[in-house]
C-alpha cells in the first residue's frame, strides 16, 4: 500500500496569489467584523453568501462535515467575473 500524499497547505493573505484549484472557507471570503483590517475579495457579509448559495446565486461549497464547507478559488473568480461582466452590460 503507498502512503498518501500530505495535503499541502498554502498559507497567504493574498485571494489573487492563490491557484485556482485551492480551497477556501467562508472566513477567506468575506472581512470578520473582528478583524477589520484584513483584505477579502467579496464585499458582502457570510450571511448574504450563504443566501445567494440558498436562492443558486452564488455557487455552493463542497461540504467536508457538518459545519466544515469549502469553495474552489476557481469558482469564486468564475463569479467575481460573471458579477463584473453583468456590472459592464448595464452601463
Avoid: Y
Avoid at 500500500?1 to 491557484?19: A, G, R, S
Avoid at 478583524?35 to 436562492?55: F, G, Q, Y
Wanted: glycine share 2%.
Amino acid at each position: 500500500m503507498k502512503p498518501k500524499k500530505p495535503i499541502q497547505c498554502v498559507e497567504t493573505n493574498n485571494f489573487d496569489d492563490l491557484p485556482n484549484s485551492a480551497l477556501v472557507r467562508i472566513t477567506d471570503l468575506v472581512r470578520s467584523p473582528k478583524n477589520k483590517h484584513k483584505v477579502a475579495p467579496l464585499p458582502i457579509s457570510a450571511a448574504t453568501v450563504w443566501r445567494k448559495v440558498a436562492n443558486g446565486t452564488f455557487p455552493a461549497p463542497m461540504k467536508f462535515g457538518a459545519r466544515i464547507a469549502c469553495w474552489k478559488v476557481e469558482a469564486i473568480r468564475t463569479w467575481l467575473d460573471a458579477q463584473a461582466n453583468s456590472d459592464k452590460e448595464a452601463m
